[in-house]
């Protein structure tokens, strides 16, 4: 009795571990879906070109505050930049850009499936630069832009073999490593 017991408890508990597992990847599913806004960023003095921002918030804040840094140096750079959530109509169209920059949080190793299909989607205008980031915990690792690397890598579009690609850790200086990705997307 005491045996069946102890595998009636291994049952449930296995159980609880996989309802949570997929109650996390649908929420953080859904996090992606609700990003349908999207603003325009002017700068002070005459465009240089256009940029899109599109981001996956994740659920912390801290893709968002990437994005939106990222988009602010766009800005100070003197592009029109577009910040979009992913799944926002500004999002969908990727026509007439000099730069197009997708990121999301890094969740085991690999960009979000939200980021990933916009990365799949993506056919950018001959000459755009294109720019991959990631956000997540802790300081940036090389396993850690590798991952990224090879996701992006794997996905159809080839047009993403000269791509950008940064990871930014939540405690690292989200100031610097903003501005010297976006330094590598204007030269």
């Known amino acids: 009795m005491r045996k069946f017991i102890k595998i009636i408890l291994a049952i449930v ?3 609880v571990i996989i309802f949570a597992v997929f109650a996390a990847l649908f929420f953080l599913d859904l996090s992606a879906y609700t990003m ?6 002017t700068p002070t003095g005459t465009s240089v070109g256009k940029a899109l921002v599109v981001y996956d918030p994740g659920l912390s804040a801290n893709s968002k505050n990437v994005a ?3 988009a602010s140096d766009l800005q100070t750079q003197n592009y ?3 910040l979009a959530g992913i799944k926002s109509s500004s999002a969908a169209t990727t026509t007439g850009y000099t730069i197009i920059v997708a990121g999301g949080p890094i ?3 690999s960009p979000t499936s939200s980021v990933k299909d916009f990365l799949n989607n993506l056919k950018p205008d001959a000459g755009t630069k294109v720019g991959v980031f990631g956000s997540g915990q802790g300081s940036t690792t090389l396993e850690d832009v590798a991952g990224i690397k090879d996701a992006v890598t794997a996905l159809k579009s080839g047009d993403l073999q000269n791509a950008v690609i940064v990871k930014i850790g939540e405690k690292e200086d989200l100031n610097a490593r903003a501005q010297d990705f976006v330094n590598q997307l204007v030269q």
């Open 13 to 15: 508990i296995a159980l």
């Open 107 to 109: 969740y085991a190793g």
């Open 68 to 70: 939106e840094k990222v």
């Open 80 to 82: 029109t930049v577009t």
């Open 36 to 41: 349908t806004s999207s603003q325009i960023l």
